[in-house]
């Protein structure tokens, strides 16, 4: 098959991307790993150095419609009315796609979360408006779909698309490896906002350093406060970053939101236990408790110091997070995909 995927951006050195960005890029790249199928990505980003299918970058010198929130809700989705995916056999879509009408081909539509759980988790009156308002246009994408998709149930159950494929995880660049040789939790998210690295970096020096004082906390966020014993590691490659998860004792997950949970299973998959607060990502993928800690904010401090004191409870759940991540492949993956790309090409 020769299948066109488009999203606005791509992962990007030097940016923190977001959960889909890294997902579609991932997507693509076990599409053509796994397949004889021709895959190009359209995207407003560049390409990705390890990219392995073919790219081609949208509208390069409006970069605007990329920084102005407005233009990337509004003007971009008519503008992909005027791009031609010629040639292709299938459209796969990822977003911003609620105003494109003129569709010449089948489509496949990905839901990757709820914009609705986006506007109920969201910390500030901006981002919720903007969220709101994003909803109902999701619900336009998934009735102009040929054949729609929802990661999670959570997602499928809102949008009522009766179709779930998970994502999957990289087993080689996540897998176990050496921890590091003093207690330590790892943090990947933002400080503000339902990734709540800042109620981390509160929980850690107040309630973990006094009962565990040579522990170091590493955040992986967009910002950090100063503290001789939080390491700030903004932006990190991937082997970096895959090095860190890895060497952590505790992956801890504070976000109310997530439509999947990928460093959840990146957690796993590198022989890691993980504390999550309660959201419908973390849940799914730790099979509500059983695989990891699901804990509220009044416990949450307590169960990071029980793992990093307790081995014994932690290897048991290092062992079972790393068999609870191989029946998430991204081979597995983009055999579903594939599927829906012969269902979709079939009604159309």
Not at 133 to 154: F, I, M, N, Q, R
Not at 256 to 274: D, M, R
Not at 287 to 314: C, M, N, P, Q, W
Request: some cysteine; glycine content about 8%.
């Amino acid at each position: 098959m020769r299948v066109a995927l488009w999203h606005t951006t791509l992962p990007e050195p030097g940016r923190k991307p977001g959960g889909v960005d890294v997902g579609v890029h991932n997507i693509a790249n076990a599409l053509a790993e796994t397949g004889d199928d021709k895959i190009t990505v359209f995207s407003l980003s560049p390409r990705p150095a390890d990219a392995a299918y073919q790219h081609k970058q949208l509208f390069a010198d409006a970069q605007w419609l990329r920084q102005n929130k407005l233009a990337t809700l509004f003007i971009l989705p008519l503008l992909l009315n005027f791009v031609r995916f010629k040639g292709f056999d299938v459209l796969h879509l990822h977003g911003e796609d609620w105003f494109y009408l003129r569709r010449t081909l089948p489509t496949v539509r990905t839901l990757h979360g709820s914009a609705l759980r986006e506007a109920r988790s969201a910390t500030s009156l901006r981002r919720k408006l903007s969220q709101y308002v994003v909803y109902p246009l999701e619900h336009c994408s998934v009735k102009l779909a040929t054949v729609p998709l929802a990661v999670g149930t959570d997602a499928a159950r809102i949008y009522r698309v009766k179709d779930v494929v998970d994502a999957g995880v990289d087993h080689r660049l996540f897998y176990p490896g050496s921890k590091a040789p003093f207690p330590c939790i790892l943090f990947v998210g933002t400080w503000k906002g339902r990734k709540r690295g800042k109620f981390l970096f509160e929980t850690f020096t107040r309630y973990v350093l006094p009962k565990v004082p040579n522990a170091k906390l590493y955040m992986v966020s967009d910002f950090c406060l100063d503290h001789p014993r939080v390491i700030d590691a903004t932006y990190p490659s991937d082997e970096v970053l895959a090095k860190l998860f890895r060497e952590a004792w505790v992956c801890a997950i504070p976000s109310i939101y997530e439509g999947f949970g990928l460093p959840v299973l990146e957690a796993l998959a590198s022989g890691t236990a993980v504390v999550s607060s309660p959201n419908g990502g973390a849940s799914h993928i730790l099979a509500g408790g059983t695989y990891g800690i699901i804990a509220d904010d009044a416990s949450f401090g307590e169960h990071l110091v029980e793992l990093l004191r307790d081995s014994h409870k932690r290897k048991a759940l290092e062992r079972a997070g790393k068999a609870r991540s191989e029946e998430f492949t991204w081979a597995a993956v983009a055999a579903r995909y594939r599927e829906a790309y012969a269902r979709a090409i079939s009604k159309g």
